[in-house]
């Protein structure tokens, strides 16, 4: 099926986007009774959709309709639970007399199966309080830590298996190459334990 240069995939996505944008709209503007500011958002998630149709970014990256919507649900639930988690561990860390410290740059393989994927990782590293994903490269993430506790196998395996059920259903496929690549930076022993 085609209309105008977009078959039913693109619908498909195009629907997906306009749904979530218009959720968005009504989650963040708390108008649910007022019809003309409903129209106005229906009307700004439409100009919004067709302008995105328009430059033809609408994709499985720009509207991950794949992923389905308990898959996302449950990811970002446990995710939330994760953020509430490491905010506890920073805070003491924070508040501590001595402020136990361990600075270190770790690189941490990212066996997922698209780059959607990957960067949802990366994201997720960063969107948890005390680490940062300083650079995603080709299947390897590179985190600094506050205070790493875990090791790359546990950041990989806990959350790189949460977003590879998130993006195929399954577990990720374990690299067969032994590159070595998942292992500590030349940085690591200049960083770690500074204080």
């Known amino acids: 099926m085609r209309?105008?240069?977009?078959?039913?995939?693109?619908?498909?996505?195009?629907?997906a986007l306009f749904g979530a944008l218009l959720a968005n709209w009504l989650l963040w503007s708390g108008h649910f009774?007022?019809?003309?500011?409903?129209?106005?958002?229906?009307g700004s998630c439409a100009l919004c959709l067709w302008l995105t149709t328009r430059m033809q970014i609408v994709d499985e990256e720009?509207?991950?309709?794949?992923?389905?919507?308990?898959?996302v649900v449950l990811y970002a639930l446990w995710l939330v639970k994760e953020i509430v988690r490491a905010n506890v561990v920073a805070a003491?860390?924070?508040?501590?007399?001595?402020?136990?410290?361990?600075?270190?740059?770790?690189r941490v393989p990212a066996n997922q199966a698209s780059e959607l994927g990957r960067v949802i990782f990366a994201n997720?590293?960063?969107?948890?309080?005390?680490?940062?994903?300083?650079?995603l490269q080709d299947n390897e993430v590179l985190v600094h830590g506050l205070a790493l506790l875990e090791t790359k196998e546990q950041i990989s395996?806990?959350?790189?298996?949460?977003?590879?059920?998130?993006?195929?259903?399954?577990?990720?496929?374990?690299e067969s190459d032994d590159r070595?690549?998942?292992?500590?930076?030349p940085q690591d022993s200049e960083t770690r334990d500074a204080t």
């Open 3 to 15: 209309f105008h240069g977009l078959n039913a995939s693109h619908v498909k996505y195009g629907l």
């Open 33 to 42: 009774n007022n019809p003309f500011l409903i129209g106005l958002g229906v």
């Open 62 to 71: 720009g509207a991950p309709a794949h992923l389905g919507v308990v898959r």
């Open 92 to 106: 003491k860390i924070i508040l501590a007399p001595k402020m136990p410290l361990r600075r270190n740059l770790i």
């Open 124 to 135: 997720s590293i960063t969107l948890t309080p005390g680490t940062v994903s300083v650079r």
């Open 157 to 174: 395996g806990g959350m790189g298996e949460r977003v590879c059920r998130l993006e195929c259903g399954s577990k990720c496929a374990t």
């Open 180 to 185: 070595g690549g998942a292992s500590q930076s």
